[in-house]
């Protein structure tokens, strides 16, 4: 929110300056992320007055212009602009001026006429960022006077960036309230006095949804002139806000919304078909926006129909039906009250942001709507002229936030130090809340504008706020710490995260919320969660898999140039079952490039990575965890290639999958080819057993190679299970150490040749015992696998 300092002053007395009053709000808890003058820098400026203009002898788009400057002579200024007239005020620039981007006011000679000075517009000054000939000054303006005193451009404009809890400061009250506060400075409003009903027009408006809508009043406004010209003071206010002038119906409506945080919106009355309702839109209801976007309206959206049909977005955006334009004469002012519940969310469906709705959504003061409808028809009234009918009061339910019990020695033990029952009071009636004493406390009821306080903690945290953090005082905590015993084979993600940065990975971190788009390719058979209120359109569903967020921080890692990228995730996934959501823990990963970094000894480039690069990490991360011997079976994945995928399994039990992205999706995601990617379920890995001390053998291994021909499509790690299943306590390790596939081998078979390491604990072993053993694995081999010695 956009606010300056001198709108303020109408407000609260005193102000501090800009810098303090950034502090004050800051630690209030009111971020404010930045100051800027209300105004580039310029000096020579004052208020001029044109007394006569006459043509220039030398070129007809030019005009001489006698200027009062407030001095005893007046000033020949030579000027183009077409709104040039006798009697207007403008700023003149007088010789010697700087305006802003360096440029110096010097006496010149324009076609062979002498010029003292420059007459400007909005846009030379930096007040606008095009303008149409000079800027006009009421004619009241005080001739002669610095421009920058007249208005007020030595002010600052802070930036403050708000909780979304905090909507009541949505507003120049808002913060003014928000200063007195904090300040004890003295809280005052500009205006009191009530429009008196002078026309007698109306306009029939049912509330059908009165828990959606609980206030909802009008006022028909018709003969005003719409060709009025907002006022400059208006105007300048609303530029230092960041909006732009509309015409005076608009800006006196945007006017009240940044004054007081409430949002009006104005109706063409002779473009309303009937009487208005409040009421959900119906199925198929269609509306086009004052934007000119057609939107599809959903049951649960609130609208204002009148009998053809929608004619607004209730709390929203109007549509452009019955947009207020340069023809309109008569207006229905609309000011209402739409519960935060109906509002949260329809905007975003729709792609929009609105001021009107950033308010809503957060809460606006259900107390307000009357006022705010006389200031704004006061306002229209003194710029525009017209006759104002009487206030249409459809519903106006009372609205009160539940009263609220503090106790004192609560607001003690949470502080952690005295917190005196007078200096409670003091601030809580600064806070304009209506309290009265009990015996542990009191009961406190807050203004209706602040929907943030709802239970005990939260007022506690508003006097502390007001008193100030520095306040608080420092108390080392006396507290008995129990240390929580661990179990000592527990596998914690912080050893995973060492593991696997060990092995050259890097830690991504990636959100919880993805593109439903590519999510898509990954979820398999999981049901997504739809979010109800996305942040945005890419991130509107919980995520299944954690490789949609890997894939992303590749898709960044490749813009970026990066050639090798080794990536791992620990973090929780979401589904949705039959018995409601599930959540799960899961490791992740995602390998693509050279396997080891550029150097100077081999190709520089390196061999890619591939899958049995990525399995032999996973069978080192789970040796290091001394996790059973990790098994990786052939299957399929839908978003895995395929032949190359895997179903991690240990002691029998899925565990996770191990692949290279299917060239369907890497097409689909415009990536390149060999991209490995694995994922565990982290609370399906079974729990360690303490690594126990067993004493070296003292009698020397025996090693056997095993050169076996078997089918081509034979896992070799289904035969190193059988022949570990098989060869007994003696049998210490079996390596795989060669596959062979190609002349002197049958067609659709292949070679691998396993390494037998065998030792005995108590004594030398025979070479009768081994061969028996190699002989049994050979037998069991040749009979579940059709394995048979290679000659």
């Known amino acids: 929110m956009r606010l300056a300092d001198d709108w303020l002053k109408e407000w609260v007395e005193p102000v501090p300056p800009a810098a303090a009053l950034a502090h004050i709000l800051t630690m209030g808890g009111l971020e404010v992320d930045g100051i800027e003058p209300a105004a580039p820098p310029f000096r020579g400026v004052v208020v001029g007055r044109i007394v006569g203009i006459a043509p220039h002898p030398q070129a007809d788009r030019l005009r001489v212009c006698e200027v009062d400057a407030g001095a005893s002579a007046h000033l020949q200024v030579v000027c183009g602009a077409a709104n040039a007239a006798v009697g207007l005020c403008v700023p003149l620039a007088q010789v010697g001026a700087q305006l802003p981007h360096g440029l110096e006011i010097k006496p010149a000679r324009l076609r062979g006429v002498e010029s003292f000075g420059m007459l400007c517009s909005a846009k030379e000054l930096g007040l606008a960022e095009t303008s149409e000939g000079l800027l006009e000054l009421p004619d009241d303006a005080p001739v002669g006077q610095d421009l920058r005193t007249y208005l007020s451009l030595d002010a600052h404009v802070l930036e403050i960036d708000l909780t979304p809890n905090r909507g009541d400061c949505l507003s120049v009250r808002g913060i003014a309230r928000e200063l007195a506060a904090l300040t004890g400075a003295a809280l005052s409003s500009p205006f009191r006095d009530l429009v008196a009903s002078s026309g007698t027009a109306t306009l029939a408006v049912a509330v059908r949804e009165t828990e959606a809508c609980p206030a909802y009043l009008g006022r028909v406004i018709e003969g005003f002139d719409p060709a009025a010209g907002t006022p400059l003071w208006m105007r300048e206010r609303l530029r230092r806000a960041g909006l732009r002038s509309l015409g005076p119906v608009v800006d006196v409506t945007n006017y009240v919304l940044l004054e007081l945080g409430q949002p009006l919106h104005a109706f063409d009355l002779d473009r309303i078909g009937g009487d208005l309702a409040v ?169 209706a504008y602040r929907f943030d306080l709802r239970i005990e903690a939260d007022l506690i945290e508003e006097l502390i706020r007001l008193r100030g953090y520095e306040a608080l005082e420092a108390r080392r905590p006396q507290v008995a710490l129990r240390p929580v015993a661990a179990p000592e084979m527990a596998i914690s993600p912080s050893t995973i995260r060492r593991l696997l940065v060990e092995r050259g990975y890097h830690e991504a971190i990636t959100y919880s919320f993805v593109d439903p788009a590519l999510q898509a390719p990954f979820r398999a058979e999981a049901v997504a969660i739809d979010l109800l209120n996305p942040i945005a359109s890419d991130l509107s569903q919980m995520r299944t898999s954690l490789w949609p967020g890997l894939v992303r921080a590749l898709q960044g890692n490749l813009k970026r140039q990066s050639g090798r990228v080794r990536l791992f995730e620990i973090g929780a996934v979401f589904a949705r079952d039959p018995a409601g959501i599930r959540q799960q823990n899961r490791l992740a990963g995602l390998i693509h490039g050279p396997s080891l970094p550029e150097q100077w000894r081999g190709d520089k480039s390196g061999a890619g990575a591939d899958f049995f690069e990525v399995k032999g990490d996973l069978e080192a991360l789970a040796g290091m965890m001394h996790l059973p011997v990790l098994d990786a079976r052939s299957a399929t994945h839908a978003a895995l290639h395929p032949g190359k995928s895997a179903r991690l399994m240990l002691a029998g039990e899925p565990i996770g999958w191990l692949g290279e992205l299917h060239p369907g999706v890497v097409a689909a995601l415009d990536l390149p080819q060999g991209v490995i990617v694995f994922e565990w379920d982290l609370d399906a890995l079974p729990t360690t057993a303490v690594p126990r001390f067993s004493p070296l053998s003292r009698y020397p291994s025996v090693r056997r190679d095993l050169a076996l021909v078997v089918p081509d499509g034979a896992p070799a790690g289904d035969l190193a299970e059988m022949i570990r299943a098989t060869g007994g306590e003696r049998l210490k390790a079996c390596v795989l150490f060669d596959v062979y596939r190609g002349p002197g081998l049958e067609k659709g078979t292949k070679s691998v040749a396993f390494g037998l390491i065998f030792q005995d604990d108590g004594c030398t072993l025979e070479d009768s015992v081994v061969d028996e053993a190699v002989a049994r694995i050979v037998g069991q081999l040749a009979e579940r696998a059709g394995a048979r010695i290679r000659e």
């Open 279 to 447: 009421r959900w839109a119906q199925g198929g209801e269609r509306l086009t926006l004052l934007t000119g976007q057609d939107i599809a309206l959903a049951a649960d959206e609130l609208v204002i129909a009148d009998e053809q049909g929608p004619v607004a977005l209730a709390g929203i955006m109007g549509g452009r039906r019955s947009a207020v334009d340069t023809e309109t004469r008569r207006v229905f002012l609309e000011c209402a009250f739409f519960a935060p519940h109906a509002i949260a969310g329809r905007a975003r469906r729709h792609g929009l942001q609105t001021d009107a709705a950033q308010r809503y959504e957060r809460g606006v003061d259900p107390t307000q709507q009357r006022e705010a409808l006389e200031r704004a028809t006061a306002l229209l009234l003194q710029i525009a002229g017209g006759v104002a009918g009487p206030v249409i009061a459809a519903q106006e339910s009372a609205c009160e936030a539940p009263a609220i019990v503090l106790r004192h020695a609560r607001l003690i033990r949470v502080l952690g130090g005295e917190f005196p029952a007078a200096q409670a009071e003091s601030l809580l009636t600064r806070l304009h809340t209506a309290w009265e004493r009990n015996e542990a406390g009191w009961i406190v009821q807050p203004p």
